[in-house]
């Protein structure tokens, strides 16, 4: 299975080990503890394998060097003794060389015999003495050009050993090359002898102390390993039950409490966070309490002052009735009293409505259906305060069906308040810019947009535009007499579908609200099928990105959503 992440496709095993590695601190400790350890084993067991096989190498060249100045002192003893008047060169050569040759056989090393001085074939005349099967190629041609000329000290170089075996295949080894020089009576010309020492034992010695270090290194990376899990599982154990304990006090077991154990610092933090978690649970059992009060007091308020309203509505519609009786000044009283009656009775709802979401008693009735027939219902219904303000509505007929599944009654309650909102703040008789209601669906969602050309809203307004009884201006007179609710109570509305309701203004330039529902109910939003801003303006800060995911639980857009 894979996972498309932005425009990378990773496994679902990867992206698993991703979001472990990003929320397990102790996970990450460890390996950081581990990679450290490792760079610096490494670096140490790099250490010690290079000083051992310098020493290996050392001691072994000592050992070389100082054998064959002994097998080159002898036999410069044994020439020294030979008879002066041998004038066969021959046979003086191969006497000289052939105990060199077996001794090298029977303890390891290989003899090769060059010379006479001077002789520009190299060891081709004098490398026919050689000990069986050794290539003359094991001598580096530097160490040849050492012994030209009067060079006569001993030398030694690092060569690859190469021999032919019986079966036809080639061996190579690395060794030492150590040559010296004697001069050979019968002829007196100087010979060189190379005697090479392989270094098969120095080999086995350094892959012995490699095996030992690298078995030490992963057993110490094991122990520290398992010592950094122990120490960081002491540390995040605790933060991990505050993590929880935390989590299910945010979800409302207010009770639960940290287990503290000891005086540490740990068990400090768990007293603090015990101290701080009762104070919380008092401060919110005090605003619960309160807001109960105040939730029962709307409620009971609204509840008695239906009784006594309906009286003076009674007597109300009674002087409204016989007001053409009166004189023009109380027939004007007639029509005001009825006026009033009618916002008092509405606010009566609305507050009624209110406490309803204060109580959490809200419920929804869902129906599959199509949002531009409410928009026109609302629109036809809004239509004699329109001609009243000299304001024209129009809603745009959109590309294809905008179907949603939501409670009709809500969503038409909030398309209307937003429309009468946008009458209300619209510049009156002015049909030229007229209020635009205009609607899209995606996959995923479904919006309308109610745009407005009228006095707009100021920076910081559009945060401000859904509390409660809170006016731009409030000296300002409402055309279809308001209570100051309607954008609360659409805003619930809204949270109640799992929706969002977004505003956005700038003064004189009118405002825009929209609201964006999820097509299926009870499917979380992601983005919204309209922007934000108008689609008339062009300034390019107003594009407000939707491609965002909401915060989490909190049924609303990020705050770049709701620009102003």
Known sequence: ?????????????????????????????????????AIVISAVGWFLLQQTRDGLLRHRVDVVVGEVEAEV????????????????????????IDPIIEAGDSRGYGVVLGGPEGNDTGLADGGAHRTSGLELSSVPARLERHFDGVNRSTA?????????????T?????????????????????????????LTEEEETLSLVTRALLTAAGL??????????????????????????????ASGHLQERLRVTGEDDLARLATSFNQMASNLQRQIRQLEELS??????????????????????MAGDVLHDARRDFDPATARAAELLQAELDRFETLLVDLLEISRFDAGAAALDIEDINLLDVAHRVVDAARPLADQRGVLVVVEQPDQPVRAQVDPRRVE????????????HAYPDDLDRPIVVRMAADDQAAAVTVRDRGVGLAPGESAMVFNRFWRSDPARARSSGGTGLGLAISLEDAHLHGGWLQAWGRPGEGAQFRLTLPRRAGTPLRRSPLPLAPLDEEDPELTVPDDEAPLPDSGREPSRGVSS
């Open 1 to 37: 299975m894979v996972i498309r992440v932005g425009r990378i496709a990773l496994p679902t095993g990867l992206r698993r080990a991703l979001t472990f590695w990003r929320r397990s601190i102790q996970a990450r400790v460890v390996v950081s503890t581990l990679l450290l350890s």
């Open 73 to 96: 002192a002898a036999t410069r003893d044994r020439l020294s003794t030979a008879s002066g008047t041998e004038v066969n060169a021959s046979q003086q050569r191969a006497d000289l």
């Open 156 to 168: 030694w170089t690092y060569t690859e050993i190469v021999r032919t075996l019986p079966d036809g």
């Open 170 to 198: 080639t061996e190579t080894k690395p060794g030492i090359v150590v040559g010296s020089q004697v001069q050979l009576p019968a002829d007196g010309q100087h010979y060189t002898i190379y005697f090479l020492f392989p």
């Open 220 to 249: 110490l990376l094991v122990l520290v390993a398992g010592i950094t899990w122990l120490v960081t599982r002491q540390v995040v154990t605790p933060v991990r039950m505050a993590r929880r304990v935390a989590e299910r006090l």
């Open 292 to 313: 109960w009060v105040q939730r029962r007091f709307v409620s009971d308020v609204s509840h008695e002052l239906r009784t006594p309203l309906t009286t003076v509505r």
């Open 413 to 424: 309650r909030i398309l209307r308040n937003l429309v009468t909102n946008a009458i209300d």
